[in-house]
């Protein structure tokens, strides 16, 4: 191929991927409240008014329990049903698995919609819990993917010499898949928490009142250009990079 | 694999499959069902009608189809953006290549939100575009045109969706045996031969996939053209959140639902025919 009109291109497309967000997490330590380059002075003082910010600290607790219990949550049913998928090679399977991953491929606004009007259909109070079952639903297809796609590679003649030789299913489970397939059960998981902690549409039709991070900062957005935005979307960024970043790690030290 | 274990693996599935069924099939359903019930006294009346989609066709085809259209230039935009990024991180040199990949997995999970508000520093009144070329005496007044308008929408939506659009290019592309491509390069074939006949048909699926995971998120999208949009150009996602806020009319809003996922259905329809008969491999002479 081409590098020389490759690399231009390539670099290009980079810069304008990654310079959006560098100037926006720059921003949250500018001094001056007014948003351009070059930056005067640096501060952590948006991030001091932004924890005063009422609602700030219940925001960041829901946000991180809904991300925890969502993480686990889809990966225990997601994993299960990989296994179940991909070990048995019954008829069902090509029916299953499109079905399964459907939700990804519905907007999530019209996710959200069909969420809040079946919630509010069977009369259920809006909260937490529905923030939860709605995306545990919408991010399980990821985690199926992730570890059919690793449990099709997997080499089963391992599992079948440990069966023949009288292992019983949750040993040969326990001793020979899992600590396998560990990694890529961990790094679906975190890449679930990111997506979780991230995700704005599908929660703000679904959490009734209460507030997660992305939800408070849209809050702030409605009303204006505020600094404490910038430390919001910081933390929020800081947060799903850290967790995409060790998801990438465990998973790639596989492949 | 006997039946035995057959059942359990199938039964190993189970409570994805139950959740699936009853809180996405359901609720889906449920959803399509309302949109041929009807509203009277804000009450939904279990009356079928077809009326919602009339309504829907008869009153917002501005709105759908300027959705659509827009939805279609950002698809198209991110898969070629995509197509020469992933083409980029595959065939440079492989330092070059991680560090593009590490940029596009880095924004992939840069936030939905933080983006858009991004754009808005960026390209707004008091934005780092206007400060910048005012402090540079190019310009008195900041140009207001940056932002609210569909060129902003269009920009946020391309720099949202193209990480996730590189992914299953680059997948197709690194699929890609290197060996025949040195071989047609022996035989004297052209770089853009090569990548015309080799390269390209084998990643049309990943051009597809791509393409279509943009253009149903960008039709679906509700917050950009609130954020970042202009009056006169609204988006079907804004009429659509409307039904259920302050209008109250689900039926009608679900039946925008449903015609936008109708009219972007067609659109890939079309796109996979089209694309078929382009990407066919060519005969030898």
Known sequence: MNSRLLAPLGVTIGLFMIAPLLVMLLFAFSSSSLLKLPIEGLTLHWFAALTETQGFYPSLVNSLLIALTVGAASTVIGTLAAFGLTAGRHRLRNVSMPVLVLPLLVPPLVLGIVFLSYFSGLGFRLGLHTTIIAQTVTLQPIVIL???????????????????????????FIDIIFPIIRPTILGAALIVMALSLDDFIITIFTIGGENTLPTLLWGMMRKGVDPRMNACAFILVSLTLLMGGLALRLTRTRN | ???????????????????????????????????????????????????????????????????????????????????????????????????????????????????????RTILGGNGIVNSGLMELGLIGEPITALLYNDFAVILALTHYTLPLAILPIYGALKAVDDL???????????????????????????????FALTLLFVAGDAIAPRLLGGTSSTMIGVFIQNQFGFRVNAPLGSALAFTMIAGSALILIAVAFLGNRALRPRSAL
């Open chain 2, 180 to 210: 025949p491509i040195a071989a047609a390069r022996d035989l004297g074939a052209s770089g853009w031969r090569v990548f015309c006949d080799i390269v390209l048909p084998q990643c049309a699926q990943g051009l597809f996939s791509a």
């Open chain 1, 146 to 172: 992730i570890l059919a796609s690793r449990l099709a590679g997997f080499d089963w003649a391992t599992v079948d010499s440990a069966r023949d030789l009288g292992a019983a299913p949750w040993r040969i």
């Open chain 2, 1 to 119: 694999m006997t039946t035995d274990t057959a059942k359990t693996s199938l039964g190993l599935a189970l409570p994805a499959l139950g959740l699936n069924a009853f809180l996405f099939i359901l609720p889906l359903g449920y959803f399509f069902v309302v949109s041929f019930l009807q509203v009277k006294a804000y009450q939904i009346a279990l009356s079928p009608t077809f009326g919602n989609y009339a309504r829907a066709l008869r009153e917002y085809p501005d709105a759908l189809l300027s959705t659509l259209g827009l939805a279609f230039i950002v698809a198209i935009l991110v898969t070629l953006l995509g197509l020469a990024y992933a083409l980029a991180c595959r065939f440079l040199k492989e330092s070059w290549g991680n560090l593009l990949l590490a940029i596009a997995l880095i924004t992939l999970f840069g936030g939905y939100l933080a983006k858009l508000y991004a754009w």
